[in-house]
């Protein structure tokens, strides 16, 4: 016997937005917890086979509501097709795909459930079958979902549902990920018999800026429409029409364009809604898929980022309870294309010659070394990862310099969309790179270098020609390092300019604003000469001190645990494919 | 978007929005309500009847398309609605129906409600108008006329001017 978990305690009144985000850590201290209360179960069977479930299971508000069939068979380790149904939108029940056939314990005259000989309970099959996404479970109730029956209503279901359906699956996006497809593979009928004429509906509806609509594909399930409505607050979608002719739509003259529409594109079973920027670019089943974190700000969704041969084609959302759930704005979704700029920094140089990284890092550590304590600062990016930080920390240390990041404002939203938008302030806060507030030191650094008390500026993933400082304070600098991604007026000045790579090309942690430490892993090569941060500031620290350095994430990971109170007792094996909290939670906000 | 509303009729559609707990239950009423004063619901009417309940244009859209009485398009003058539900279909509406449109210059094989040029009649096929034992029937405006000739058309025809 399995069991699905429990529900969730409903804590705090129903938000606008039809989410609570869960409760964060608040202190130190370890909250008592109280002992949890006994759930109440109930046992059916699901194809005979006994399964116990709670009475109660969090419906897409985190409420507690009756438990479906569909999550007793889901307990049960039996997977009934759906189409409208998805765990986090409101149920519909309008697809009918879900359908399966039941019985309940029958009554004798003393209204106490008849037995069979051998004790089993006697159950009346119910002559009509139901939907199992929205059909509460009772007591002793028998659900089959492999029976003649349910095998010829889904045979009937995908029957009506292909009638008008073009059946273009070659030239369609959604193939190889496509609901429809996959059901009518496992459970449909293997020839069509309609002979009439399909009714013909729109196709190539610009629905907005980001999305494409073919009505023709549309299986009519709303999960888009509730999706919009319900969980974005947006209501801009509906379907007009009726019967056969019925047609999702937008108003007219009304774009689908807030920032969430992408999300209906991975909802939509079927190749209905399409992304304009992904859709024919690149089969799926060519995609390799690779766990990383999306940048843009400082909520970090969970993203899997799709790529082959190098080359980056989108991120779908991974879910991740604690962070996004299913979902990504469609900003950050989008905002990956730097990654493959065909101009990234690729070539080490030293005093604008192309050098190799032997070279240029013993030439770069001999000239730290001539570097006076206290006369070296260094501007790392809240975009580079806790493990990168980490050496800089150290580096910071062993130079005696000032360090400071750029922080990054803008807006947030309810939804997902945090207001800072660096993926690691909360990192380089606790790890203690980041000025209080962040940038504090900023127009101090300026300010030292042109009355040069600053002979070095080590500039990591920013470019300082755009917050305050201007080519004239830069030159004063005896010693400028700049290591970036993209060209920048400050690598044109630096001395040493050293390639990076993207979070997309190698592996490390990002903190984010909730103080949730999260991995990502690597997707592509760096282009030319770039190699992982951590590569190279170790063997820098290595030439620097003599003293060996890790250059591993993991082990770098390890160090910085054992070494910053803030991470203690994580580990990044156990920071698994949703990451952890930092065990007190993100430093207060300074401003 | 600018949408006159005479202020008689916006105080009826306010009456009909207060018999509702929720205004958004009034939207088919309010609808009607436009209709029987302007002939038909222009996009104009559908957004200002959103504005008025609260609700965005789509979600009137959707009423619109998905109910038959509801029109986006003007009518003639005369507004002839043949039933062609089985009975009636049994008992010679669609014989009716083509009558109507042949004598009218209009094409009885194409769907939805035709209209002659100079907008007096609009002849339309309707579903089960509920006067099954009196088959065919069609209504003409508002009033119903029951096993209804081709002469019997004839003569509504000429009368209505
Ligand atoms: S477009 Fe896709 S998600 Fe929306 S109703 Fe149609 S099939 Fe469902
Ligand atoms: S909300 Fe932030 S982290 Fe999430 S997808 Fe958008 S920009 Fe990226
Ligand atoms: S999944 Fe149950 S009716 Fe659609
Ligand atoms: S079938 Fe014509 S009135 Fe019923």
Not at chain 1, 432 to 444: D, I, Q, V, Y
Not at chain 2, 116 to 142: I, K, Q, W, Y
């Amino acid at each position: 016997m399995s069991t699905v978990p429990s529900p969730a305690p409903n804590s705090s009144p129903t938000p606008a937005l039809g989410w609570t985000p869960p409760p964060r850590p608040t202190g130190a201290a370890a909250p008592a917890i109280p002992a949890p209360p006994a759930v109440d179960t109930l046992t059916v069977t699901v194809n005979g086979r006994p399964v116990t479930v709670p009475r109660l299971t969090p419906d897409w508000q985190g409420k507690p509501a009756p438990t479906t069939m569909l999550q007793a068979c889901a307990a049960a380790g039996v997977s009934v097709p759906h189409y409208c149904y998805h765990h986090r939108l409101p149920v519909a029940g309008n697809c009918r795909m879900c359908l399966v056939e039941y019985g309940t314990p029958a009554l004798g005259p003393d209204r106490q459930p008849l037995k069979n000989p051998d004790g089993s309970l006697v159950i009346q099959k119910s002559p009509r079958p139901a939907i199992a996404c929205a059909t509460p479970v009772t007591p002793g109730m028998a659900i089959d979902t492999d029976t003649p029956g349910v095998r010829a209503m889904r045979e009937g279901v995908l029957e009506f549902l292909l009638i008008n359906h073009p059946l273009d699956c070659p030239i369609c996006d959604q193939a190889g990920e496509c609901k429809l497809q996959e059901y009518s593979v496992e459970y449909g009928r293997a020839a069509s018999r309609f002979v009439e004429t399909k009714v013909h509906k729109p196709k190539q509806v610009d629905l907005g800026p980001r999305i494409m609509l073919d009505d023709e594909r549309c299986i009519l399930c709303t999960r888009c429409i509730r999706f919009t409505r319900d969980l974005v607050g947006d209501d801009a979608l509906g379907i007009v029409h009726r019967g056969s002719y019925s047609t999702l739509a937008a108003y007219p003259g009304r774009a689908f364009d807030n920032n969430y529409t992408l999300n209906t594109v991975d909802l939509c079973p079927v190749g209905a809604l399409t992304s304009k920027d992904f859709r024919f670019r690149m089969r799926v089943w060519f995609l390799k898929e690779t766990k990383s974190l999306c940048t843009s700000c400082g909520t970090g969704c969970n993203v899997l980022i799709g790529s082959r041969e190098n080359v980056l084609y989108r991120y779908t959302p991974r879910e991740n309870d604690a962070v996004n759930r299913s979902w990504l704005c469609d900003f950050g979704r989008l905002n990956y294309k730097w990654i493959g700029r065909a101009d990234r920094l690729r070539q080490v140089r030293v005093r604008g010659e192309p050098a190799t990284w032997t070279r240029a890092l013993a030439e770069l550590a001999e000239r730290l070394r001539a570097i006076p304590a206290g006369h070296a600062a260094i501007l790392a990016s809240a975009r580079l990862a806790n493990e990168e930080l980490f050496l800089l920390r150290k580096l910071a240390q062993h130079l005696g310099a000032e360090t400071d990041i750029v922080p990054r404002h803008g807006e947030g939203d309810r939804f997902l969309v945090h207001p800072d938008k660096n993926p690691n302030t909360t990192g380089a806060r606790v790890l203690g790179l980041a000025a209080a507030p962040p940038g504090a030191n900023l127009p101090r650094f300026a300010e030292r270098l042109r009355a040069g008390q600053l002979t070095a500026l080590l500039v990591f993933g920013e470019d300082p020609l755009k917050h305050g400082f201007d080519p004239e304070t830069l030159q004063r600098a005896e010693l400028l390092v700049v290591s970036d991604l993209l060209p920048n007026g400050a690598a044109e000045l630096a001395h040493f300019v050293l390639p990076g790579c993207a979070h997309a090309e190698k592996r490390g942690t990002f903190t984010n604003a909730h103080g949730r430490v999260q991995r990502f892993f690597k997707a592509l090569e760096p282009p030319g000469d770039a190699r992982p941060e951590t590569e190279w500031l170790g063997e820098l620290w290595e030439r620097l001190t003599g003293e060996r350095a890790s250059t591993s994430p993991e082990r770098l990971f390890r160090q910085l645990a054992e070494e910053v109170p803030a991470f203690r007792g994580l580990t990044w094996a156990a920071l698994g494919d949703t990451g952890q909290d930092l065990p007190d939670g993100p430093p207060p906000p300074e401003r | 978007m600018h949408f006159p509303v005479p202020a008689a009729l916006e105080a009826e559609i306010d009456a009909l929005i207060a018999r509702y707990p929720q205004k958004r239950s009034a939207s088919v009423m309010v609808l009607h309500a436009l209709q029987d004063h302007f002939g038909h619901l222009t996009a104009e009417a559908m957004e200002w009847t959103a504005r008025k309940l609260d609700l965005q244009p789509i979600n009137l859209l959707e009423l619109v398309t998905f109910y038959p009485m509801f029109r986006r398009q003007p009518v003639g003058r005369f507004h002839l609605k043949v039933c062609r539900t089985l009975s009636c279909a049994l008992a010679g509406s669609h014989a009716l129906h083509h009558h109507l449109c042949t004598k009218l210059g209009l094409n009885p094989e194409a769907p939805g409600p035709q209209t002659t040029p100079d907008g007096r009649f609009t002849v339309e096929f309707v579903e089960c108008l509920a006067s099954c034992h009196t088959a065919p029937v069609l209504m003409l405006n508002d009033t119903l006329y029951e096993k209804v000739t081709p002469a019997q058309a004839d003569q509504l025809l000429r009368q209505s001017s």
